[in-house]
C-alpha cells in the first residue's frame, strides 16, 4: 500500500517538478503512469524509495513515512530499476552484478546463491553467467539490470522506462515476467512513454502532466478519453483513435472487441 | 559533486558577461598571483573582500555563496593540516592560527576568482579567445569540451549514486576504508559511461564535418571594447593598491 | 518501375562488418539502394545492426571504427572507405539516438554554425545557412538559448538543424525519438516528412512503426546482421515473414489482417483514418 499525500518538490528555485501529487496505489496492483517529458514522473517514483523526501505532503509505503527512514531500509520493499542500466552495472561478472543487492542487504550465503539462481533462470541470462555485464547487447543488459533488483524480491517494482529500445519480442516477455509477479502479489509500477505497451498490458494508467496527477482509472477508460489526450502529450492508442473515427459508442483499446465491432457494422450493412 | 556546479556558466547579461574573455584571463592571472604571493592574513582578507562587488555585478551571489559551501570541507581540512604541524614545531598557537587563516583565506581566494571568472564566460567564447590568441583550435575545443561535460558528469554521478542506493549500497556506511570501497560502483560505471560518451561524442563531431579545414571560420570574433581598456585599467589599477597595502601591513 | 540504371543516393553492395574486438559479424552481407528523395524506414530486432549500418552509410565504420569491412558503400557517388568521414558529412547527415550527446555548444545558434564553421565558409555564408536551417526546422525562437535548456524534442531538432547547415543531400536518424515523449516524437517525424517532401532522402530508424509507416515509401528490417525484408510498407507490413520476424506490427495491421480473413478480401491499411474510411465506406 503506496499513498501520496499532496507531495510537491522543487529541485531549485522556480518551477516545482510536483506541484500536489495526490495517489493511492493497493497492494498487488500493475499500474502505469505517463505524461510529457519533464511531467515530474522519475520524480515522483524517486519518491517512493526515499532518494526524494517530499519538501511538501508525505509518502507513506507500507505504513512507513519516507522521511523518517532511509534508502536502504525502504529499498528493500520498493525496488526501482532506472532507465539506463549503464548507470549500474559495474561488476565482473553478471552473477556477482546479481548478488550486489542481496551483499547489501546482508542475505546468508546459502539464500544470496538461492535467489541468484533464480533470477538467472527468470531473465535466461544463465547462459551469461560468467560474462562480464558490459560485453552484453543492450537488450541483455536491460535484463540483467532487471534480475538484479528483482532477485531481493521487493514487494513493490518500479520501473522506470523499461520498454526505451526494446523491439517487440523483448516487450512481450517483460509483460510476462510483469505479469506473473503481479499475480504473485507484488505492486508493479512502470513509468513509461509507450502507449501501446500500456494499452497492451496494463489495468490501471495514471497521467501526469506539469507535476500534477491529470487523470487515474483504467486504461481501457482513460486512453480513450479525448479531453485528456488533449491535456496530455500523449497521442491515443491507434484503437482509441480507430473506435472515435468509425463513431463507436463503446470506444476501446482491445483488438479482438473491434474486430467484433467492426464484423457487426460490416455484417449489419450487408443485409 | 555540489563544487563543480560553482563553475558553470550560466547565461547572462551584465558587464561582467559581455567582458571579452581575454580581459577577464588578465584579471584571473592578476589576482590569482596575489593570493599567491600575500601571506597576511589581513592582504587576503582584503582581497577577498574586493571580490563582492565583481560577485555583485555578474549577479552571481547564489552560485558563488554555494562554491564557498561547497569547499568548506576542504577549507576545514587545510586548516587543521596547517596548524596543527604549525603549533608543533613553533609551539606558538597564534602563529600557527595566523598561518592557518591565511592558508583558508588563500583557498577561499583562487575559489571565487575561479568561480568568478568561469561563471560569467561562456566555454565557446573562452575557446574562441584561445583561438585568437594563437592557441591551437584542437587545444581549444579540448578545454571547452571538458568544461562543457563537467556539469553532464556530475549529473551522471547523481544518476548513478541513486541507482546503487535503490540496491541498498549505503556510501556512509563502515569505516574508512570501506567507505572507499563504498564508491566502486559508482566509479565503474562513471568510469565506462565518460568513455562511451567521450566516444559518441567524437562521432556527433565527425558528422559535422570536424576537422575538415585546417582554417576554421567562426561565425563571431571577439573584439576588444572601451570597456575592456577600462576593465584591465581598473584590475591593474586595484591590483596595485593591494600590493601597496600589502607592503604597509 | 523506377529505370534500373537511375543514380541511386546510397549503393550498398555486399557490405559485411565485424567490429574490431567482435567475433562474429554485425553486418553480413547488405545490399541496398536508395534512390534521391526516397524516405526509407530502418526496422528489425534489437541488435540486428541498424545503427552498424548507420555508420556504415556516413562512413564512421570503417574509417573511424576500422574492423573488419567488406563489399562497398557508395553515397553521392563517393566510396566511403576512400573518401574522409568530413567529406562525406556533407553528403550524409546521422542524427544520434541521445540527443545529450549530440550537442556541446552552450547556444543554439552556435550548435548549428559548428558544422559549416568547420567547413570553413565565409562568416555570412554561415550566418545565412543557420538561419535557413533554423527556420525550416522551425526553431528560430530557440536560437539564444542553450541546448540544455530544451526539452528533448527540441534537442533533437536543434541536432537535425545542426546537419541541415550542411546542406546534406542524405539524412540518416538512429532511433531519434526513443527518449521522447509521444507528442514530441511526432513533430520530429512529421519534421522529417516535411524535409523529405523538400527533397531530402531520409533513412529513418525505428521500432515504433505505428507513428510512421504510413510516411515512409520504403520499410526495410534487418535480422541478424541481414536485410530480411524490403519493400513499400503496405507490402513488407503484411507479409508473413515479418510477422514471424517479431516486428511489433501496428495494431491497425493486426486489426486488418483479422478483417482480411473474416471478409475474404485483401485490406491494407496502416492509419485509423484509412481503416474507418473504408468501413465508413462499406456501410453505407
Ligand atoms: N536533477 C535535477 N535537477 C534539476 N532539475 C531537474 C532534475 N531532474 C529533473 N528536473 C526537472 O524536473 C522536472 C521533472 O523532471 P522528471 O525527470 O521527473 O520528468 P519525467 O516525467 O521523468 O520526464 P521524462 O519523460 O523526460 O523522463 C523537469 O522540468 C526537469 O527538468
Ligand atoms: N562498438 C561495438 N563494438 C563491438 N560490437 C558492437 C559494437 N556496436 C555494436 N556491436 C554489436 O553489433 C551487433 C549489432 O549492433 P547494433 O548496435 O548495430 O544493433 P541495433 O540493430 O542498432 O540494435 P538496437 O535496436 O538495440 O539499437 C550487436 O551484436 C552488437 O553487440
Ligand atoms: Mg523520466
Ligand atoms: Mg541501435
Known sequence: ?271 | MKVFKAFEYRRGATILHRIDPRSKLVYLILFTSLVVYFTNPIALLIIFLSFLPMVYLGKISARWSQSLRGSLFFIVFIFIFNFAPTAYYSGSLLDAAVSAIAMSLRFLNLISVFSIFFLTTSPEDLTQSMVQLKIPYDYALTFNMAMRFVPTLSREAQYIMDAQRSRGLEMEKGNFISRIRNYVPVLIPLIISSFRRAELVADAMESRAFGASKKRTSLYVLKMGRGDFLFISAALGSALVLFTVNLLL | MLPVMALAIIEVRGLSYTYPESDAPSLIDVNFRAEPGEFVLVTGPSGCGKTTFCRALNGLIPNSYGGDFKGTVMVDGLLTTSTPVYELAQRVGLVFQNPENELFCTTVEREVAFGPENLALPREEIAMRVEEALEIVGITHLKEKSPEELSGGEQQKVAIAALLAMKPKVLVLDEPTANLDPVSAKSVLELMHKLNKNGVTVILVEHRLEMISHLVDRCVVFEGGRVAADGPPREVLYSDKVSELGVGLPKVVQVSKRLSSLIGEPLRFLTPEELATYIRGMSY
Open chain 1, 1 to 271: 500500500m503506496i499513498s501520496i499525500d499532496g507531495v510537491t518538490y522543487s529541485y531549485g528555485e522556480g518551477i516545482s517538478a510536483l506541484d500536489g501529487v495526490d495517489l493511492e496505489i493497493g497492494d498487488s496492483e500493475l499500474l502505469a503512469i505517463v505524461g510529457e517529458n519533464g511531467a515530474g514522473k522519475t520524480t515522483l517514483v524517486k519518491h517512493l524509495n526515499g532518494l526524494l523526501k517530499p519538501q511538501r505532503g508525505r509518502v507513506i509505503v507500507e505504513g512507513i513515512d519516507t522521511r523518517e527512514t532511509t534508502v536502504a531500509t525502504l529499498a528493500k520493499k520498493v525496488g526501482l530499476v532506472f532507465q539506463n542500466p549503464d548507470h549500474m552495472l559495474f561488476a565482473e561478472t553478471v552473477e556477482k552484478e546479481l548478488s550486489f543487492a542481496l551483499v547489501n542487504f546482508g542475505l546468508p550465503p546459502e539464500e544470496i546463491a538461492k535467489r541468484v539462481e533464480w533470477a538467472l533462470i527468470e531473465f535466461r541470462l544463465s547462459n551469461y553467467r560468467d560474462r562480464s555485464p558490459f560485453t552484453l547487447s543492450g537488450g541483455e543488459k536491460k535484463r540483467v539490470s532487471l534480475a538484479s533488483v528483482l532477485c531481493y524480491d521487493p514487494q513493490i517494482i518500479v520501473l522506470d522506462e523499461p520498454t526505451t529500445g526494446q523491439d517487440n519480442l523483448q516487450k512481450t516477455r517483460l509483460a510476462s515476467t510483469l505479469a506473473k509477479l503481479n499475480r504473485q502479489g507484488k505492486t508493479v509500477i512502470v513509468v513509461t512513454h509507450d502507449i501501446e505497451f500500456v494499452a497492451d498490458f496494463i489495468p490501471r494508467v495514471v497521467v501526469m502532466s506539469k507535476g500534477k496527477v491529470i487523470a487515474d482509472g483504467p486504461t481501457e477508460e482513460i486512453l480513450v478519453r479525448e479531453d485528456v489526450m488533449d491535456a496530455s502529450s500523449i497521442l491515443p492508442p491507434q484503437l482509441a483513435e480507430l473506435s472515435w473515427k468509425i463513431g463507436l459508442s463503446t470506444p476501446s483499446i482491445n483488438t479482438e472487441m473491434i474486430v467484433e465491432e467492426i464484423r457487426q457494422i460490416l455484417r449489419c450493412d450487408q443485409k
